[in-house]
């Protein structure tokens, strides 16, 4: 967890994370998740599953929380305490065009 993996490295996780959730869904939506300042970007999916299936594949793939959005809004889960933040409205977050 928490850990920086090599570009690479990161390509194959994602290419077997998505493998893995074309068994609960094909409604995939890759995404790029930033921080607000962009100093972090971190290539990702939109998919609606559940919370269950969502924490297991969470734990599989080492993550230490998930983003949720429930009625446009957005909060991280902390898939060990399955504790949750509110972060505000997801529709506020999102930028359509590339970030430079």
Known sequence: MDELLERRKNVKNNFLLQSEL???TNHIIPVIGC???FQH???SFIVKISKEQTLKIAKRFRQRAVFFIYDNNLKILE???QS???LGKFSDRVITKPVA
């Open 35 to 37: 921080s607000p300042d």
């Open 22 to 24: 074309n068994q609960f």
């Open 41 to 43: 970007k971190e290539e």
């Open 84 to 86: 949750n933040f509110p």
């Open 79 to 81: 898939c060990s305490t």
